[in-house]
């Protein structure tokens, strides 16, 4: 008898397994909404977001009008984020608070809209038009919820995402320098400091900026380089007065000094195109 009670055991899970899933699939072609969004709602509390999400994406349009379409309508934007479906929870999170603008919920399907946005930002070597969305998101939120609950938790996703528009612009910067963009490099680097002044990369902006001036200056034609290694003169003196105590000081000097000597020898002449 004690060898067939494994075998019975397993029969009797699958039994209930295949019930409950036929339940589930009655319930799926059943035309009986009240006991389609019981069961919806009984799923979503017991965490089950798929089989909710799918009941109560039937329901909406039956719900219409109804008390529990509001509820109904926050749950499946849940059940999409709960699932990582970002793109859906973000645009039925928004749908929501744009229908029920005075709904107890709204709030929070606002802040899980911006939340939504934010999980759907992708790594810095990507493209960032949905990170620049999820900010716009996040200072719709607290524009509109300054005492928010929520606030504490929106403004790290908020630095966060700074964070990585921050990293992506000084290696955007940094790759014109490797690539031997110059030019490009100096105006790269000049716009980060502008646009992130307290940035930990600034230091290493600054320098790897003198540089890309005084590598640009060297590879001129001559009619430019005067006006390029004054350039690059001016940025070590700025450079140095930032960061004195910068582990990149000798090699800022070296510059500096071989820029001197080169104004020194060079004539200044009228503008012309640059190499």
């Keep these: 008898m004690h060898f067939f009670r494994p075998t019975f055991f397993v029969l009797l899970l699958s039994a209930l397994l295949l019930g409950s899933c036929s339940g589930y699939q009655k319930l799926l072609k059943s035309s009986d909404v009240n006991k389609k969004y019981e069961a919806a709602t009984q799923y979503y509390e017991k965490g089950d977001y798929f089989k909710a999400g799918s009941l109560l994406e039937e329901l909406l349009p039956l719900l219409k009008g109804r008390p529990e379409a509001e509820k109904a309508q926050f749950y499946f934007a849940n059940t999409n984020f709960q699932q990582r479906n970002y793109t859906l929870s973000a645009y039925y999170f928004q749908q929501f608070y744009d229908t ?18 934010f999980r759907d930002s992708p790594e810095f070597q990507l493209d960032q038009t949905n990170t620049l969305s999820a900010l716009e998101g996040i200072q ?17 996703m908020s630095q966060e995402l700074q964070k990585k528009l921050e990293n992506k612009a000084f290696r955007s910067a940094r790759l014109y320098y490797d690539l031997r963009y110059y030019q490009s490099a100096v105006t790269a680097f000049t716009n980060f400091q502008q646009q992130y002044p307290s940035s930990a990369y600034n230091e290493q902006a600054a320098f790897l900026k003198l540089n890309a001036q005084y590598d640009l200056a060297k590879e001129s034609v001559e009619q430019k380089q005067r006006e390029r290694y004054l350039e690059a003169i001016a940025f070590y003196q700025n450079f140095i007065d930032t960061y004195p105590q910068s582990k ?28």
């Design 248 to 275: 990149n000081l000798k090699d800022a000097e070296r510059m500096y000094d071989f820029a001197r000597d080169e104004v020194a020898k060079l004539k200044p002449t009228e503008p012309t195109a640059a190499k």
């Design 140 to 156: 719709e939120f607290l524009n509109r919820y300054p005492e928010s609950k929520f606030r504490s938790e929106t403004e790290g």
């Design 100 to 117: 029920y603008p005075n709904s107890t919920l709204a709030e929070e399907a606002m802040f899980l809209h911006a939340k939504s946005l």
